[in-house]
């Protein structure tokens, strides 16, 4: 459910806006995975004084007075989406109405709870929908991994690729929450303690992982198999 919010300079035609919104429409729909007709965009105009903003920083080519900035509020993407999605938002502006890449901001914000939408009714977006409503709820699945590293393989892996691992696992869609352990006594040791959103959700993140090599590039560290297990969160709590 994209919340769009477009700010820029007072003075363009309606067809250009348009223009404008449709592009941004169609780049959510085709790479984005937004549903069809699921279109709600704000388009905020300001007098010239009122958006103030750097010509050069971040960009190779000066900004001009076309400049926006696209803030979009929506569930999380993994990182390949959002790329892609910024690279077809960019191509697809440039065609219609015709504004250059330097001249779009893009800010993705994420929000992941459906009591905190309403589309309307007096009713929240999990209870104005039936099949959100009534559909059963999924349970929580944590997953924990152990590994067991070679020595000479440890302090690069904790230091180096563990960081980016967590980064690119805290993103990914349907991650609730990402934590790695340290073992003190043994250094070599890692458990990972994963929760997703659903058991669907946690298929495709190893899934991911495995189409993009890393997987096979972790066995390579490694001095013994790993031990994965999964716990659906609320069938037995404890404590």
């Given at each position: 459910m994209p919340l769009v919010r477009v700010t820029m300079i007072k003075g363009k035609s309606p067809d250009y806006?348009?223009?404008?919104?449709d592009s941004i429409y169609e780049a959510l729909v085709e790479a984005f995975q937004m549903p069809e007709n699921d279109m709600f965009q704000i388009i905020e105009q300001l007098e010239p004084g009122g958006l103030i903003y750097d010509?050069?920083?971040?960009?190779?080519?000066?900004?001009?007075?076309?400049?926006?900035?696209i803030n979009i509020e929506s569930?999380?993407?993994?990182?390949?989406?959002?790329?892609?999605?910024i690279r077809s938002l960019s191509e697809k502006l440039a065609a219609s109405p015709g504004i250059a890449p330097n001249d779009i901001f893009v800010r993705l914000s994420v929000n992941t709870v459906l009591d905190d939408w309403s589309f309307g009714d007096g009713v929240t977006a999990a209870n104005g929908f039936p099949e959100l409503r009534d559909a059963p709820a999924?349970?929580?699945?944590?997953?924990?991994?152990?590994?067991k590293l070679k020595p000479e393989e440890a302090e690069q892996f904790c230091n180096v690729m563990l960081p980016e691992l967590q980064k690119q696992t805290r993103?990914?869609?349907?991650?609730k929450s990402a934590r790695a352990v340290r073992?003190?006594?043994d250094p070599t040791r890692?458990?990972?303690?994963?929760?997703?959103?659903?058991?669907?959700?946690a298929d495709a993140y190893f899934e991911w992982r495995r189409a993009t090599g890393a997987l096979d590039l972790?066995?390579?560290?490694l001095s013994e198999p790993p031990s994965v297990e999964i716990w659906p969160v609320n069938a037995g709590n404890v404590g």
């Open positions: 806006i348009k223009k404008m919104s010509r050069n920083y971040g960009v190779g080519k000066s900004r001009s007075e076309d400049f926006l900035f569930d999380a993407r993994r990182r390949d989406e959002k790329e892609a999605f999924e349970k929580d699945v944590t997953v924990t991994v152990s590994l993103v990914f869609k349907g991650v073992q003190a006594e890692l458990l990972f303690i994963d929760v997703f959103a659903s058991r669907k959700d972790l066995a390579t560290l």
